[in-house]
């Protein structure tokens, strides 16, 4: 986790959604109904979401179909859209994946290569300093899947305080900003909570941990997070001074 959190540019600034609320949305192609949204995968560095992954309910059958978020048009909350700027057949023909295959940094090349062609007229060839880069490797080291993380432990100050209920996105950047914390204490209860990607600092996925550098009393005496409700920019900026960060 070395490289920099990816900044909002206020500019392009979207309304913060539930990334498990979207589980479920149906994906329409310029053409056609293509399944439901089942997973997403995220870069653990950046927290940029990187892929949508469709359940095609067996239209195609024993394969991951991926979809990255520059394909998506505006999310359409009341029906459950999640609009794609592609063709049933570009997506058909997108690099295959097996269903019980991990995404590898070659497929990862491979599907960016694929949807840039079509959604920015770029060359679709990885270059040969890119693929020799992928040899031996079955398993892209920072992407992470958002079926996996949530429900890790959370950790913090080396004691578990609760675990990953949910994630907080951008729905024009597509960035991770928060994860919901469901936090569990004998005096005050359940609550859930916010934290920022920033604040972590380890993510240990053998052990199903979430370290993060903060400490307990002040996380469990964080302003309690309210899914029904929009989290506003004064929302943040309390948090942040709760928290004592910039």
Known sequence: MTAPIATI???RRGALKSLTGLYGFKIVTRDSYIGRATEFFFDDRSWHIRYLVVDTGG????RKVLIVPDA????DNEWQVVPVALTREQ???SPGIAADEPVSPRHEIAVDRYYSRWLHHAADAPSPGELQWQEGSDKSPHLRSSREIIGYTLHAAGENVGHIADMLFDDQSWVIRYIVAALEDRLSGKKEVLVAPEWITAIDAVRATIQVDLHTKVLRDSPAYDPTREVSRDDEARLYT???KS
């Open 9 to 11: 540019d206020e500019k």
């Open 72 to 75: 998506f048009g505006e999310l």
């Open 91 to 93: 997506v058909e023909k």
């Open 59 to 62: 239209w195609l059958p024993d």
């Open 242 to 244: 709760h928290y004592g």
